[in-house]
Each structure stands twice: as structure tokens, then as C-alpha cells.
């Protein structure tokens, strides 16, 4: 069975990764190198774990966060669909089981929130984990004064930290943002959408969704 280690190391993957950052660096997006699938791969597994899903279910969603934006190569747009076909040649010729292909790339092609929908637990996982990573060292604009709203965001949060309450059936995510960079409502201009997918996602996992913003409770 192909496992996330062995995929991270590929060489065909690393070249999809980087491109893919490249061509978003070119337009002047966030960082998307293997920080951020390193990142959402290890918060998609951890939270999977934490509900007593099976290890291989758990792999899956790593394999689907490592993957998830190497569609940004061909273009920003549809970038969640492109890349759901990209990681299909990509697996199929490694020899996966159809099955998992499947689930890997519908997660793949359902984790944008402009026409994602979380159709699974891997993709619910994938979902949570991708738009909780918000964080400084994103932002690649060395110029604070030419910062646009997005810079602003990211660049205003310290931390974020996604966790599950067992015992209160919620994830959870928490962000200390600095306000004297952006503003709370700056974060939902640019994000409203992405955490009301958060919240459609955590039902998909039985679970209800929180946000806090500087310990206050905003969902």
C-alpha cells in the first residue's frame, strides 16, 4: 500500500509541490510549499485519530493533504478539481487500490470553498485541516506597508491551533491575531466562507464547530 512517507518523497510529488508554489508566488499568493501540506496533513491525521478512525483512513487524508494543491500548477482557478485529476495519474500509475484513489481525489476535488463539499470523513478532515492554517510565516510580501487585506490576515496571526473536544462533540479552532495588524472582522471578510465549510465539515464528522479569536467565542 502507497503511504504518505513514501509519497512525500517521490520524486514526481516534490515537482508538482514546488511548481506548484511557484506559480502561486508569481501571483503574488501565499506560501504553499511543503510547510503548509506538511501542516495539513499532520492536523487532518491527528483529528481522524482523535475520533478512533482506522490507521488507513488516517493515511488517506495525509495522502489527500499532500496532494491537495498541486492542481495550482495549471491555474489557481478550479485548482482543487485540476489537482483531483493530477493526483489520479499520479496514484493509478503507482499502483493504488481504485477505492482509495477515489476517496483520495474526491477529498482532492471537494476542498475548495468555492465549490467543495466535505462528501466524506477524508474530505471533512482535509476541509478543517487546509483552512485552519493561517498563520505569519505564509505571507511572503517582505513590505508590510504594500500589505494587501490577505497579507494583513496572515500576517496578523500568532497562532492557530485546531482541537478536538471529545467530550463536547466540537472541533475547535483558536487564533490569536494581533489587532493592530488587521482587525477580527478583516478575518471574516476574507474568510467567512472557508468557516462556514469548517462548520459544514465538523457535521460531517459529527461534531459541531468553534472559533475563537483572542479567547473569545465568535462561532
Known amino acids: 500500500m502507497l503511504t504518505y512517507e513514501a509519497l ?3 520524486p514526481t ?3 508538482y509541490i514546488e511548481a ?4 502561486l508566488e508569481a501571483i503574488g499568493y501565499t506560501e504553499h510549499t511543503y510547510a503548509h ?3 495539513v496533513a499532520a492536523r487532518a491525521g491527528e483529528l481522524l485519530t482523535s475520533l478512533g478512525y482506522p ?3 488516517v493515511e488517506l487524508a495525509r495522502i489527500a493533504a499532500l496532494l491537495h494543491d498541486i492542481g495550482n500548477v495549471i491555474n489557481r482557478k478550479k485548482h482543487s478539481q485540476s489537482g483531483a485529476l493530477m493526483a489520479f495519474r499520479l496514484l493509478d500509475t503507482l499502483g493504488m487500490d481504485a477505492a482509495e484513489v477515489a476517496t483520495v481525489i474526491s477529498a482532492i476535488g471537494n476542498h475548495d470553498e468555492g465549490e467543495g463539499e466535505a462528501v466524506s470523513e477524508v474530505a471533512a478532515a482535509l476541509i478543517l485541516a487546509d483552512k485552519s492554517d493561517v ?3 505564509r505571507v511572503r510580501n517582505p513590505d508590510p506597508t504594500s500589505f494587501d487585506i490577505h497579507d494583513r490576515v496572515n500576517y496578523s496571526v500568532i497562532s492557530s491551533h485546531l482541537t478536538v473536544k471529545r467530550e463536547e462533540e466540537r472541533v475547535e479552532l483558536s487564533l490569536a491575531i494581533d489587532t493592530a495588524i488587521s482587525p477580527v472582522m478583516d478575518y471574516f471578510e476574507i474568510f467567512l466562507d472557508r468557516m462556514l465549510m469548517c462548520k459544514r ?3 460531517r464528522l459529527s461534531l459541531s464547530f468553534g472559533l475563537l479569536i483572542n479567547d473569545q467565542r465568535i462561532m
Open 8 to 10: 512525500r518523497e517521490h
Open 13 to 15: 510529488v516534490k515537482t
Open 20 to 23: 506548484a508554489d511557484r506559480a
Open 37 to 39: 501540506v506538511g501542516t
Open 55 to 57: 490507521a488507513r483512513t
Open 135 to 137: 498563520r505569519r510565516s
Open 201 to 203: 465539515a465538523a457535521a
